[in-house]
């Protein structure tokens, strides 16, 4: 049973720069949903994606969007990076877009700005 | 008012004893609750899960949920090195049909040898 699956592991870009990061969810699941997490912080819920749609948004500018295919996997875009943006970004899938769900993480990419 | 509160800690505990890891929320919509473990430089991992006033047990961890006090603990019994890492509480509330998990800044738990 394959987990929740990102990429890249490791980024570094510099300000400016636009950045994409990929997610697959783990098989069965239909929801993803993404969160950066600061050092030493709890993860800070960015959006959620369900049948190909933005159902919910955290508290993020419209620097950051997303998408998600057909077959439930996501991207997550940030543009005109900050040095503010480095930050582990965690990916989480779960079944079924609404209820208190049950969500797994992937092991997340790293991303540093400079 | 934080959202979801826990104690930083750290939190340290003998190998073999009970560790106690206290979380507050602020929402009383709040339906489900998560604990979460991570270490460090990696991403984190869903221990336990509860939706109902109560205890649940599951292995050396058992979960308790008070809603009218708006608490959310998590007791690890026989407590091991292993063990030792931070340890996130998380909330789910309903709005809109999302899911959306708000966490707290967790608490480092140390188990000593």
């Known amino acids: 049973d394959a987990g929740v699956t990102q990429s890249p592991t490791h980024l570094i870009k510099t300000r400016g720069q636009q950045v994409t990061l990929r997610c697959s969810p783990k098989?069965?699941?239909?929801?993803v949903s993404w969160y950066q997490q600061a050092l030493g912080q709890g993860p800070q819920f960015i959006f959620q994606?369900?049948?190909?749609?933005?159902?919910q948004r955290g508290n993020f500018p419209d620097r950051f969007s997303g998408h998600q295919f057909p077959n439930y996997s996501s991207e997550l875009n940030v543009n005109a990076l900050l040095l503010g943006d480095s930050a582990l970004y965690l990916c989480?899938?779960?079944?079924?877009?609404?209820?208190?769900?049950?969500?797994?993480f992937g092991p997340g990419t790293r991303l540093t700005v400079l | 008012q934080k959202e979801v509160e826990q104690n930083s800690g750290p939190l340290s505990v003998p190998e073999g004893a009970i560790a106690s890891l206290n979380c507050t929320y602020s929402?009383?919509?709040?339906?489900?609750f998560f604990w979460y473990r991570q270490y460090s430089g990696k991403s984190p991992e869903l221990i336990m899960s509860?939706?109902?006033?109560g205890d649940k047990e599951d292995g050396r961890f058992t979960a308790q949920l008070n809603k009218a006090s708006q608490y959310v603990s998590l007791l690890i019994r026989d407590s091991q090195p292993s063990d030792s890492a931070t340890y996130l509480c998380?909330?789910?509330?309903?709005?809109?049909?999302?899911?959306?998990?708000?966490f707290g800044t967790g608490t480092q738990l140390k188990v000593e040898l």
């Open positions: 098989s069965g699941h239909d929801t």
């Open positions: 994606y369900y049948e190909e749609e933005e159902r």
């Open positions: 509860i939706y109902s006033n």
């Open positions: 989480a899938s779960s079944l079924g877009g609404g209820g208190g769900n049950e969500q797994f």
């Open positions: 929402d009383r919509g709040s339906q489900s």
């Open positions: 998380a909330v789910n509330v309903l709005t809109g049909g999302g899911n959306k998990l708000t």
